[in-house]
């Protein structure tokens, strides 16, 4: 199960939400495991099943209205109820004013307590979206990741075949590099896939003869992005390899892979001496793009094929 800490979360969205950690200090280590973030109205006045632990939960202005309504001993009982479980962080939308049993529960407990400027929805959205991919199943994979004309390529094939080589001509060419030898590919929706780069790794390829390469350095803020959608697989393969059994002139060797119970459109290049494999990529990619739009070179040369030997033979030119 994918899990991340409260305090990567407190650093990650602490800038776009303005959160300011006021209470329960020592509560960044706790876990988050799920992406639900709560509204406790019901749980204020006992209702505990709706109390579920190890996720955030956001008091907006109808819930602090409820607890300044409240005589001091309902108002530690109510903040009770809330505490009844382990809570991984309390969040209080508007920058409400905080009760001090609340601030007290907080470090008692050692559970985080945020407040922000932001109102509870957009807290919530935000909150839910970043907690959606932080904690999205993945697996990693070995290749390399590029952006290629706007879409995500995923660069595969055996070892010393020459994928960073490839990686380092396309990046000359002006496209951009996400991730090189290890790639972390999450599920963040039921049909969408994102691949990442494992941050010891980012901004960095190795190139044999010429070792590590800073590309960011090398090239610049544009040559380098943190994550993509995966859209599109390459597999490059030796010329040996490909037998005329397996192998069709006519049209790309268009196939699919599945990751994560996903399948992606994934094609097979030969690499051979004296292939320009930059090139073969960025024309792999633009024949992809046609081909979502249904525009297919092949089947065009065919049927025009087809038209020329049904025309009558005074029309053949």
């Not at 329960?24 to 992406?35: D, F, V």
Request: aromatic fraction near 6%.
């Amino acid at each position: 199960m994918t899990q991340i800490t409260v305090q990567h979360l407190f650093e990650d969205t602490r800038q776009k939400l303005e959160l300011a950690w006021i209470a329960g200090s020592t509560g960044g280590s706790k876990l988050l495991t799920s992406e639900t973030v709560q509204k406790p109205s019901l749980a204020l006045i006992g209702h505990l099943n709706f109390v579920h632990p190890n996720r955030v939960q956001v008091l907006g202005a109808a819930e602090m209205d409820y607890l300044r309504s409240l005589s001091a001993e309902s108002l530690q009982q109510a903040i009770d109820n809330l505490y009844s479980t382990e809570l991984a962080a309390v969040v209080i939308a508007n920058n409400e004013a905080v009760p001090q049993a609340l601030l007290d529960i907080a470090n008692r407990t050692e559970t985080a307590l945020f407040t922000s400027p932001q109102p509870s929805p957009r807290l919530m959205q935000i909150l839910s979206h970043y907690l959606a991919k932080a904690l999205a199943e993945f697996t990693t994979l070995h290749g390399v990741f590029m952006e290629v004309m706007g879409i995500g390529v995923l660069i595969t094939g055996g070892a010393a075949i020459g994928k960073s080589e490839l990686a380092l001509e396309l990046i000359t060419r002006g496209h951009r590099l996400i991730a090189d030898d290890i790639v972390e590919i999450y599920e963040i929706s039921p049909d969408t896939l994102e691949g990442r780069c494992p941050s010891l790794l980012q901004d960095f390829i190795e190139v044999r003869g010429l070792g590590i390469l800073n590309i960011r350095a090398l090239y610049g803020e544009v040559a380098v992005k943190p994550k993509k959608t995966l859209r599109f697989i390459v597999h490059l393969e030796k010329s040996a390899d490909i037998t005329q059994e397996n192998y069709d002139r006519l049209q790309m060797q268009r196939d699919t892979q599945e990751i994560l119970g996903i399948n992606i459109p994934k094609v097979r290049i030969p690499v051979a001496a004296g292939r320009n494999l930059a090139v073969m990529v960025e024309v792999a990619v633009r024949s992809h793009i046609l081909h979502l739009r249904g525009i297919s070179s092949s089947q065009q040369f065919i049927e025009r094929h087809d038209q020329y030997l049904n025309a009558p033979p005074d029309n053949k030119t």
